[in-house]
C-alpha cells in the first residue's frame, strides 16, 4: 500500500460573519486557494493533479453546483481535472483530507488537492415547496446559516435540539463549568493573537485579494476569564453556561492542501511535511456531537499503532469550550499540546474550510516543535466525529537515519 504524505497547506484568513469576506462568493474562496496552492508549487504541472476534493457543509447557496468542481474551473485549472465536493457537515474537509489519502494508498491518485470552504454570512435562506400549489396561508423562510432546518417529524425530538442546547447537556454530563469553559476561551484568543504575532501563520494564509482582512478577524487579544464572565449565556438563561464568548463565532473562509504518495514529491517539487499515519471516525447520540471525537481519535490513533502517550501535538476543533474540554479530560492528555496556536473560538469556524485549517496547522506545528506524532479531531453536528494522526517525517526514524 502506498504511503500518503501532506505536502502543505495553505488558507484564507477567516473572516466575521457578515464582515471581512462577506462580500466574496464561497467558490471564488474556494478558487483562491486552489491558485494558492499550485502558485507555492512553482514547478508543477497542473495536468499531473489527479483530481480536487473539497468539503462544504451548507450547498444550498452559490456553492451548489459541486464547489470543487466551480473552484477549479474558476482558478483556471485544465478543465480535465475532476472535483468532487464532500459534506460531512463541520468535519466535510477532514473528510476530504481521508478520502483523498485512500485513494493515494490504493494507487488510484499521486496527487491529489483537498479542502473545504464554508460562507456562512451568504448562506441563503430557503423556501420549502409546497405539497398543493397556490397556498393560501403564509410560508417561512428557513436560514441555511447552521444547525437543523426542515427538521423531519419522525426525527427522535432529542436529537434535533440546537447546537448549543446540545453542549449544555454535554457540560452537564461531563462536569464541566463555566468557568473552567470560559478560561479555555480566553487561552484559545491569547494563544492565536500571541501565534499571529510571532509569526506562525504567515506561511499559512494568504489573504484574498480585493479584502482588507490580513489576519483571523474574531480574535480579541487580551482576553481574560473575566471578561468573559460578564456575558449572558444565549441557550439557557437559569443554568446556562454557553455564551458567545465560549463557542466558536459564525464564519466565512476556506483552506486547501496537497496531498500526494512519495511520487508527489517530484511533481510538486517539495518535501513532504507529514504521513498520514492513522484515520478514524465515530458517531454516537446526536445530541451528544461534542463528544464523537474522543473515540474518532482513539480509533485513529490504534490505526497509526501509537497510543496517547506518544502524542505530542492537538488540534481539536473547538466547535465549543465545552465539548473541547470533555474531549481533553477523556483523553487524559495534557492540555497544554492541544491547539497551541490558538482555536476556532478565537479564529472562527467557516463549516467546510475548518477540517483543512485544522491538518494544515498539525502538520505546520509538527514541524515547529519537532514532535513526531499528532492527532487533529472535530466534533460534527448530528453525532459525528473524525480524525487523523500525522506523523512528522523529519522526526520519523528513517528520517533520522537517512540524515544520519
Not at 491569547?190 to 501565534?195: H, T
Not at 445530541?287 to 485513529?300: D, I, L, R, S, W
Request: hydrophobic share 45%; proline share 5%.
Amino acid at each position: 500500500m502506498n504511503q500518503a504524505f501532506v505536502y502543505d497547506a495553505v488558507r484564507t484568513p477567516f473572516g466575521k460573519f457578515g464582515s471581512g469576506l462577506a462580500g466574496v462568493r464561497p467558490d471564488d474562496l474556494a478558487a483562491h486557494v486552489i491558485k494558492e496552492s499550485v502558485k507555492r508549487a512553482p514547478g508543477l504541472d497542473v495536468e499531473r493533479i489527479d483530481e480536487v476534493v473539497f468539503g462544504n457543509a451548507n450547498g444550498a447557496g452559490e456553492e451548489n453546483r459541486n464547489v470543487a468542481r466551480m473552484g477549479t474551473l474558476l482558478a483556471g485549472l485544465p478543465v480535465s481535472i475532476p472535483g468532487t465536493t464532500v459534506n460531512r457537515l463541520c468535519g466535510s474537509s477532514l473528510d476530504a483530507a481521508i478520502i483523498a489519502s485512500r485513494q493515494i494508498n490504493t494507487g488510484d491518485a499521486d496527487l491529489m488537492l483537498i479542502g473545504g470552504v464554508e460562507s456562512m454570512s451568504r448562506a441563503p435562506w430557503v423556501l420549502p415547496k409546497t405539497e398543493k400549489p397556490y397556498p393560501a396561508g403564509d410560508l417561512n423562510l428557513a436560514s441555511t446559516t447552521l444547525g437543523w432546518r426542515l427538521v423531519n417529524q419522525a426525527m427522535d425530538p432529542d436529537w434535533t435540539i440546537s447546537l448549543g442546547e446540545a453542549t449544555e447537556r454535554l457540560a452537564e454530563k461531563y462536569g464541566v463549568t463555566r468557568q473552567a469553559q470560559d478560561e479555555f476561551a480566553a487561552a484559545s484568543h491569547n494563544l492565536a493573537a500571541k501565534a499571529w504575532d510571532e509569526g506562525f501563520y504567515d506561511h499559512l494564509v494568504a489573504p484574498v485579494p480585493g479584502t482588507d482582512l490580513v489576519r483571523d478577524e474574531t480574535i480579541r487579544a487580551g482576553s481574560s476569564a473575566a471578561k468573559l464572565a460578564g456575558l449572558k449565556t444565549v441557550f439557557r438563561t437559569g443554568n446556562g453556561t454557553v455564551t458567545a464568548g465560549n463557542a466558536s463565532p459564525l464564519s466565512d473562509g476556506a483552506s486547501a492542501a496537497w496531498l500526494g504518495s512519495e511520487n508527489a514529491a517530484g511533481i510538486l517539487g517539495m518535501d513532504p511535511l507529514a504521513r498520514i499515519a492513522g484515520r478514524g471516525a465515530h458517531a454516537n447520540d446526536p445530541q451528544y456531537f461534542g463528544y464523537a471525537p474522543v473515540e474518532a481519535a482513539n480509533k485513529a490513533l490504534a490505526k497509526a499503532g501509537i497510543g496517547w502517550d506518544q502524542v505530542g501535538a492537538v488540534e481539536l476543533n473547538e466547535a465549543f469550550a465545552a465539548q473541547s474540554l470533555a474531549c481533553i479530560t477523556a483523553w487524559d492528555i495534557d492540555p497544554g499540546i492541544v491547539n497551541r496556536h490558538g482555536g476556532a473560538i478565537a479564529m472562527g469556524h467557516p463549516l467546510g474550510a475548518s477540517g483543512g485549517r485544522l491538518l494544515g496547522t498539525l502538520a505546520r506545528t509538527l514541524q515547529a516543535t519537532g514532535q513526531r506524532w499528532g492527532v487533529a479531531a472535530i466534533c460534527i453536528g448530528v453525532g459525528q466525529g473524525l480524525a487523523i494522526v500525522l506523523e512528522n517525517v523529519t522526526a520519523a526514524p528513517s528520517a533520522k537515519t537517512e540524515k544520519g
